[in-house]
């Protein structure tokens, strides 16, 4: 008799505070005191003035070592050898998304305590079990499966506001496809990214995701606008941080996800965003389901207020091609890629079809203002 599983995977700890990149010793000092730091170049001097200084308050030495911009095989490995060579027992990842996938992969393979602190809301990486590794190229290369979630996830809003606005909104793009993904895996019996079936408290935690997206956006893009924290940024860090990852690790994704690595076949689309890869990908999924008109216009209302690329052109696809974009479809439709919990199996000239159906419609609602899409969330 084949058993059935069904899971809910999350961080040990979630804690939001200001200030924390600075002082983060508190939350670390348990896991161990030999400290390996992933960090991203925008940040490394004051992790090295500030975040350094605050370990060795609690007699926590600390190596930092930069990220080199692509998780890949090659840089895991580099990063593994000079960890090794350090003696570290707890590996702190500082960055965005590809440094935390790469202090991951490190903290699986040397089996360490792995503390995560992200310094943009651009994907929903730091909650998650799951590691993307990239080819040299930039091209996706594999899911890396890891069995244990962070033990600690530290998000300073002080950071995340001051970060780069498009990084904010690919984390909104990122997170805007949890619930419609996750329903399909829901609805379809799909599996999640645990390789088990999606549980209702995942899904639940997805819908959740939208909702608050939903209500704080506009209010969100203001205080990024200003620099300035709110309780509206906060929630939606909770939104695109924590509810995002949990939402689609224990809930699953579909479509999105699938169309925005199909996407990663075009070296145009190299120096585009996760998420804005994965938002696009969603108009696809939409169009595939066919979903109702007051659906598709919150989604695109969202994707206006957050300065998301609506089109290929917007992401740098500039010289269409179909064949290109057949490419993309094929990928996209690979057995081993989340086309599967989709509701039904599709045809490569399906998922095209949709795929130039989506940019038209992107097209089109370029035109509409944003006063003319009201907030439409049936869920």
């Not at 090794?84 to 590809?98: A, C, F, V």
């Not at 929903?124 to 600690?152: M, R």
Request: charged share 20%; net charge neutral.
């Amino acid at each position: 008799m084949n058993t059935i599983y069904k899971t809910l995977c999350s961080p040990k700890k979630f804690i939001i505070g200001k200030n924390l990149l600075n002082n983060p010793s508190y939350f670390i000092k348990d896991f161990g005191n030999k400290c390996f730091i992933v960090c991203d170049e925008r940040l490394i001097d004051q992790v090295k003035q500030n975040t350094v200084k605050s370990l060795e308050k609690d007699k926590i030495t600390s190596h930092v070592e930069r990220f080199n911009i692509e998780c890949t095989k090659k840089e895991v490995e580099r990063m593994c050898s000079i960890k090794k060579s350090m003696g570290s027992n707890l590996i702190l990842g500082i960055g965005g998304g590809k440094t935390i996938d790469t202090a991951k992969a490190i903290a699986f393979y040397e089996k360490c305590p792995l503390i995560i602190l992200p310094t943009a809301a651009s994907t929903d990486a730091p909650c998650t079990s799951l590691a993307v590794l990239y080819k040299e190229n930039g091209e996706f290369d594999q899911y890396l499966y890891i069995p244990n979630n962070p033990d600690v996830v530290l998000v300073d809003p002080v950071i995340m506001v001051t970060a780069p606005p498009r990084l904010f909104s690919s984390g909104v793009g990122d997170a805007l496809a949890t619930y419609f993904e996750a329903r399909q895996c829901y609805q379809n019996f799909g599996n999640n990214l645990t390789n088990t079936k999606s549980s209702l408290v995942g899904y639940s935690l997805s819908k959740l995701c939208y909702k608050i997206i939903s209500e704080n956006i506009q209010k969100a893009m203001d205080s990024l606008k200003c620099k300035s924290n709110s309780p509206a940024f906060e929630n939606m860090l909770e939104a695109t941080i924590y509810l995002s990852g949990i939402g689609a690790e224990s809930g699953g994704i579909a479509g999105a996800h699938a169309i925005c690595n199909g996407l990663g076949s075009l070296k145009e689309l190299h120096s585009s965003q996760h998420g804005e890869k994965v938002a696009f990908g969603l108009l696809v999924q939409l169009v595939l389901e066919n979903a109702p008109t007051g659906e598709i216009e919150n989604v695109i209302r969202i994707m206006k207020i957050s300065n998301l690329p609506m089109t290929l052109e917007d992401l740098g696809y500039k010289n269409w091609n179909d064949q290109d974009i057949k490419k993309v479809a094929s990928i996209s439709n690979l057995p081993s890629d989340t086309m599967s919990n989709m509701f039904r199996k599709f045809e490569n000239d399906d998922i095209f079809d949709s795929i130039v159906t989506a940019n038209e419609m992107g097209k089109r609602y370029k035109q509409i203002s944003i006063e003319n899409l009201k907030p439409n969330y049936p869920i």
